[in-house]
């Protein structure tokens, strides 16, 4: 410690100050006189220390800790246009005075440019003697007279909790900017009547809470119903070949060379197209020419041996067959890009700069391509090969699919489907939708279904476009990127705010009669502008919705989610927001777990929103990224006792290796006969995976348990990765602390193993009713607190993130 200068000796009643512990680091306590040390180790979530030993000199000495808070500001966004500047300062009560003002001034900077946007309107509270005395000053209208009264909020009656002063406020800040992100630094002043005595700052940080990012708003949007309105007819499969056909001609002429190879390529394709009989679909016959000569003179000799390649294959053909033929002359700009596809990009430059400078002088150009010097090496392979006719035909691979067997073909050739190899028809989609049942199939099948529908040359002519399109559209909104262009093709929107077309009606597009603005897609149309924040355009539209004749069910509960969001941390007082809360917490377990876990003051307790998390299903990555908010209050890292304690052989999938430290903590808690158990088992499982094993366990110690639930979230779903860069409940300390790094993912993922044989145990109580919630407590306390007590700075109002601040450790040695 000495060689670091980070020794600190105490004063003359023993008590010495120590800043930026954090969990690991040790306290040492050295009584000089006759060498004797001991040691105090800084625990997570622990601030009171008291170590006895005995000395000759001096008898208990007793080393105690307290916590300092530190101000913070925590930004809360909730996509209506608003910054909400949570403002929590602790201040020591010695400060605060009956006869004194505190004055907050917040300010709004850029988070992307550090620029000062705006100041906030200052924040002002007195003390009841300086409140009368000022009202007395300013001729007893306060509110009109004092500069500072147009930001009083109360005088100050909160008792202190402890040694400190909490206030905790909130501004809304309304953005100049909705696509911009804004931070609110804080400088606050306390004054008397003659002066400032204490004054202080402190930073804001652009992290925020978006507490209704992860809200389900299926309750309220409940999917278009697939009607026989949306069927049709699956069509018949067909697919595409082509086919080189490398007949040989005379050089200028359409004059087949007197040889076998011919008659060998003739036959070859006609016993092919002979082979699916009624199937075979009409061919058509491509004659090809390359550039290297007049357009005229090419088409014409294309066109001709087009006509005696047909003539030599219709007659082995049935009528219905019989091929058509069409011509391809190709350009030295495509003998150029055949050159880049061979990595020749000079050579390519080189002949598209002879292209620009001859212009339409083709035969100057061809003069000059003819002297270039990887002419007859790179040039002439290429046009030979655009000499050669093509042949392409379709044949009817299958009969008209049903149902299970569109299913079964689906799950059988997904990716072929996936990569537009293969397509179905907008029957094979309907009969798909109206099966499968497993929703991320049914998104996985909309991606199919809108890729194809937008290929097609009428989309008005495919009855179930409008059902694809509105899945499609909802999709994207719930995966953070709404997009209002999908639905417009069959919404005619209104032209003014006042005016606005007809709801729900049949117009004639492109030859079809179809039915626009359906109630629906004006729903989904409407949360779309919603989640772009365009909330004017949202109302309108919900306004439009209201004036059909067929209003959706579900539109009053779709207000509910926008009052919500509206009036949360504005006006929480408003009817409307108080049904709003009760209907959206009370919607599904999945909502009422999103807003307990990202709304502190809205829970009963941590251990009953982990239960509403535990509920969630496993494959879900909201419910392991909402575990990584929760925990992330709890100071917990995986040690010893925590991960052994975890470990379950009956509950676990197979084997478990063991670290050497909870090798010792089996022993220690189960005996040898325990520990010799184990070493069995551990032979036969490195026997068998003496391939792949990793011999050497995975080193977890220290690293947090919220980590690794995180981890687990990205992993099934990578885009929340970005959501976590972002995530207000995640510290800016805790971040400094506690990395979330690449080279830990290993041990991210053997804590999570651990983690997960406690949260399904959980899950198999709730599910079957054996919920002892003190039997649940207590085991908490044991296995995951480690029996860490809390000082009152950590359980004092608003001061939750204690544990991620910078620390002062006060230290007491009494003799």
Aim: with cysteine.
């Amino acid at each position: 410690m000495k060689e670091k200068k980070i020794v600190s000796r105490s004063k003359s009643n023993g008590r010495f100050t120590r800043r930026g512990l954090t969990p690991g680091m040790a306290i040492v306590v050295v009584a000089e006189e006759d060498l004797l040390v001991e040691k105090v180790v800084i625990k997570a979530g622990q601030t009171d220390y008291e170590v006895v030993f005995k000395i000759k000199e001096l008898t208990n000495v007793i080393a105690k800790g307290t916590k300092k808070p530190i101000p913070r500001t925590t930004i809360v966004e909730t996509d209506n246009g608003m910054e909400q500047f949570k403002i929590h300062i602790p201040i020591d009560k010695k400060l605060i005075k009956d006869a004194s003002r505190l004055v907050i001034q917040t300010y709004a900077v850029d988070c992307a440019t550090e620029d000062t946007v705006s100041y906030c309107e200052p924040i002002v509270y007195e003390g009841g003697n300086y409140h009368a005395l000022q009202d007395k000053r300013m001729d007893f209208d306060f509110f009109k007279n004092d500069k500072l009264a147009y930001g009083f909020r109360s005088t100050i009656e909160q008792p202190a909790v402890g040694d400190y002063f909490f206030v905790d406020t909130t501004i809304i800040y309304s953005k100049p900017d909705i696509h911009k992100s804004y931070k609110g630094p804080c400088t606050y002043a306390i004054e008397d009547y003659h002066r400032v005595y204490h004054k202080d700052a402190f930073g804001g940080s652009c992290l925020r809470i978006r507490p209704f990012k992860f809200l389900d708003f299926s309750v309220a949007i409940p999917e278009m119903p697939l009607t026989e309105e949306f069927q049709e007819v699956a069509d018949q499969v067909t697919e595409n070949v082509k086919k080189d056909l490398r007949l040989r001609f005379v050089t200028g002429k359409d004059i087949l060379t007197e040889d076998s190879i011919n008659d060998i390529e003739r036959d070859k394709l006609v016993q092919e197209l002979r082979s699916y009989g009624d199937d075979l679909l009409t061919p058509t016959i491509i004659g090809a020419a390359s550039p290297d000569g007049g357009d005229r003179i090419n088409s014409e000799l294309a066109q001709k041996r087009a006509q005696k390649a047909r003539s030599l294959i219709a007659p082995f053909l049935s009528r219905r067959a019989t091929p058509h033929i069409t011509t391809k002359i190709y350009t030295w700009d495509e003998v150029a890009d055949e050159l880049e596809k061979k990595r020749l990009t000079a050579q390519a430059q080189v002949l598209r700069d002879l292209i620009a400078a001859n212009g339409s002088n083709k035969t100057a150009l061809y003069s000059a391509v003819k002297q270039l010097d990887f002419y007859e090496t790179e040039i002439t392979n290429i046009l030979e090969n655009m000499r050669v006719m093509k042949c392409e035909y379709s044949y009817i691979k299958e009969h008209v699919m049903d149902a299970d067997e569109a299913v079964e073909v689906y799950y059988r050739d997904k990716k072929a489907f996936l990569s537009g190899d293969k397509k179905f028809s907008s029957g094979d989609y309907y009969n798909l939708y109206a099966t499968i049942e497993d929703s991320l199939e049914l998104d996985t099948i909309t991606v199919m279904a809108y890729k194809y529908l937008q290929t097609r040359p009428d989309i008005y002519g495919e009855k179930i476009a409008p059902y694809v399109y509105n899945r499609m559209a909802r999709m994207m909104m719930r995966v953070g990127t709404p997009d209002t262009t999908i639905l417009a093709p069959f919404i005619d929107q209104f032209e003014t705010d006042t005016t606005y077309n007809k709801v729900d009606w049949a117009v004639n597009r492109d030859g079809s009669i179809i039915k626009m603005n359906r109630s629906d897609l004006l729903v989904t149309q409407a949360m779309s502008f919603y989640n772009l924040q365009k909330f004017k355009r949202a109302m309108e539209f919900v306004a439009w919705i209201k004036t059909g004749k067929n209003v959706p069910a579900g539109l009053d509960k779709l207000e509910k989610f926008i009052n919500l969001k509206n009036y949360f941390g504005i006006d929480e007082n408003r009817p409307e927001f108080k049904q709003a809360r009760e209907f959206v917490e009370n919607s599904s377990y999945e909502n009422k777990a999103i807003l307990h876990t990202e709304i502190p003051e809205w829970r009963n307790s941590f251990e009953d929103t982990d239960d509403l998390i535990n509920r969630l299903d496993n494959s879900n990555p909201k419910k392991w990224y909402l575990k990584g908010i929760l925990w992330a209050e709890k100071p917990t890292a995986a040690g010893t006792d925590e991960l052994s304690s975890y470990y379950s052989e009956e509950e676990s999938d197979g084997f478990h290796l063991l670290s050497s430290e909870e090798e010792q903590a089996l022993i220690m808690k189960k005996g040898m006969s325990a520990f010799e158990e184990y070493e069995k088992k551990k032979n036969i499982y490195l026997e068998e995976h003496k391939d792949d094993v990793q011999q050497e366990p995975v080193n977890t110690q220290g690293v947090k348990h919220y980590l690794a639930y995180f981890h687990q979230s990205f992993k099934l779903q990578p885009s929340f990765k970005g959501l976590y860069y972002n995530e207000g409940h995640i510290t800016e300390e805790m971040r400094k602390n506690s990395k979330y790094l690449k080279k830990d993912f290993a041990a991210y993922d053997e804590i999570f193993k651990l983690l997960q044989i406690r949260d399904d145990r959980r899950k198999d109580e709730l599910e079957s009713g054996q919920t002892d919630g003190e039997e649940k407590k207590a085991s908490d306390e044991a296995t995951v607190d480690g029996g860490n007590e809390k000082t009152d700075a950590e359980t004092a109002p608003s001061d939750k993130e204690n544990t991620s601040t910078d620390e002062t450790t006060t230290v007491d040695n009494k003799e």
